[in-house]
């Protein structure tokens, strides 16, 4: 996936997620809610803080921004906790990735201009966008995913399988350091997962890619 735009909230503060060394510059162009606080966390062994997205106010909400929020607290929680155990993302995932997917490494040299990592860390941060923002924002996601595809498959020559196989691989990583009994956090990591797969496998069939 191409680098995301940032965007500005209502007060007009830039939001930036700085999820240890792996996850920074990961950016969350969320909209603030009505009656809400922002809540910083330091995360990760960088120690750096966190203004990741902005908390209702759960005594001023409908029933169904309740169980948003509630979602958005699961998942929250989940990146919490990969950020401090994994660190560096970027290191994990393509190892997985290359093993999974050898013809990508390839593709990563060719467009990466003498500079791989740096286009590893893009794509990282790319679909730690389209994590975060899938409660929040499903819509916003999903047009993301309607333009990246065609463009990786068109233009950049990246199969299909190759494209979904980073979400998985990152997906992957992220869901290992859930701890058995935390079943609310599998089955929210693994209905993104599934909602991505959808929103991509319906891109490729629109544009007639494989």
Known sequence: MSPLPTGRIDDGQMRTCHFADGFAGAMCSLRAQPDTVCAPWTMGRSGRKVERRMLPNTEAMTEKERVKAERTAILDSILTR??????????????????????ALALFEEHG???????????????????????????????????TVPHHGDTLKVPVRCFTGLIDTAIDQIAA??????????????????SLRKETADAADYYHLT
């Open 113 to 147: 201009l003498n500079n791989r990592q740096k286009l590893e860390g893009e794509m990282i941060e790319s679909v730690l966008y389209c994590i975060m923002s899938w409660i929040e924002n499903p819509a916003e996601v999903a047009i993301v995913l309607f333009s």
């Open 82 to 103: 990969a950020a401090d155990r994994l660190g560096d993302l970027r290191e994990p995932v393509m190892q997985h990735y290359y093993r999974r997917f050898p013809e």
């Open 177 to 194: 350091t859930l701890p058995p009994e935390a079943s609310a956090e599998a089955a929210l990591l693994a209905e993104i997962r599934d």
